[in-house]
């Protein structure tokens, strides 16, 4: 993601939410088997997006355009972004992703341009704006949809699909046994806390405070790094006033604002919330928004970065 959490990528996450649901189904997660897959290697192999459409590729992808960083992400873990020829404004992890063209601003993409790069397939996400999607399908452009994913299960079901999209299952296999096994080593380090810190998580700042709270990917991440949302209660992207933090005291809070100079300084400074805590404490820490709120191969990171804010003594 590019240094800039602003108001449009909030809308994002909070559409993406809102399209996610109750998640897609385990069919649509998994995809096609590799066996499945190797079977029909001899005509072509299909797999199933998260709109339910099966997608026929003749042969393994060799150019992609890819309309969401975390799908960027995945591609590069998978040792395939190499093949990446078209990425949004936002793409800039790992380094190589800033040298891709860009063709989108993550919620529009520039049609015309991603047919003159001629992809082999683009991985787009959704969007509510099937249309523009069914353009390029019109146009003789495979998409394979991809659902934002609102929880760790689907990050590896997301990983699972486009490994078998790209040909590359055994990688993907292999991606997800390392992140689970990094969370599960930050679990192991906080697993013994006795209680839960109290955690505020700020993801807008003033004049208008966001946080995240129930049913949503940074819960999830809380939750693995053994913390306690003061704002768990709620559901959703929430907007919160100051005297609803200042109520909630939390011992610990985080920001994954990165758009201001210095957003711990600024939330430490801010009137009338010396009675906090945290701030009492000076116990405010800026976590790395990209690695923070992509559903990518990074949420492993995401978890130790939590964990270590709130619990440094346990990673000493």
């Not at 078209?86 to 793409?91: H, N």
């Not at 990688?171 to 839960?196: H, S, Y």
């Not at 200042?246 to 809070?253: D, F, Q, R």
């Not at 990518?296 to 000493?316: N, S």
């Amino acid at each position: 993601m590019k240094k800039l959490f602003n108001f449009q990528w909030l809308s994002i996450l909070m559409l993406a939410l809102v399209l996610v649901g109750c998640g897609t189904t385990d069919e649509a997660k998994n995809g096609e088997t590799s066996q499945e897959r190797k079977s029909t290697e001899a005509t072509g192999y299909k797999v199933t997006d998260d709109r339910g459409v099966e997608v026929t590729f003749d042969a393994v992808p060799k150019t992609v355009v890819s309309l969401q960083p975390s799908n960027t992400e995945i591609l590069f873990a998978l040792g395939v972004g190499d093949k990446i020829v078209g990425a949004t404004d936002y793409d800039t992890y790992p380094a190589e992703a800033q040298n891709i063209e860009r063709v989108s601003d993550s919620m529009t993409f520039n049609s015309e341009r991603i047919l003159a790069l001629k992809p082999d397939v683009v991985i787009a996400y959704t969007t509510g704006k099937d249309d523009a999607l069914k353009g390029l399908e019109d146009a003789g452009v495979k998409v394979f949809v991809i659902q934002s994913a609102a929880s760790f299960k689907d990050v590896y079901g997301d990983i699972e699909q486009i490994a078998t999209v790209m040909g590359v299952e055994d990688k993907g296999e292999q991606l997800n046994k390392d992140i689970k096994a990094k969370i599960a080593n930050v679990q192991a380090k906080v697993k013994d806390v006795e209680k839960q810190k109290n955690v505020y998580l700020e993801i807008s700042p003033k004049p208008d405070i966001y946080t995240t709270a129930a049913g949503t990917f940074q819960q999830e991440i809380l939750n693995a790094a053994n913390v306690s949302n003061v704002f768990a209660d709620q559901k959703g992207w929430v907007k919160v006033s100051e005297e609803d933090v200042i109520a909630k005291n939390p011992e610990v809070i985080l920001t994954t604002v990165n758009y201001a100079k210095d957003p711990a300084a600024e939330i430490i400074a801010r009137n009338g919330w010396n009675t906090i805590t945290a701030i009492q404490n000076k116990a405010v820490y800026y976590v790395d928004a990209d690695i923070s709120t992509r559903p990518g191969p990074r949420i492993g990171e995401a978890v130790e970065l939590v964990a270590k804010a709130v619990y440094p003594e346990l990673f000493q």
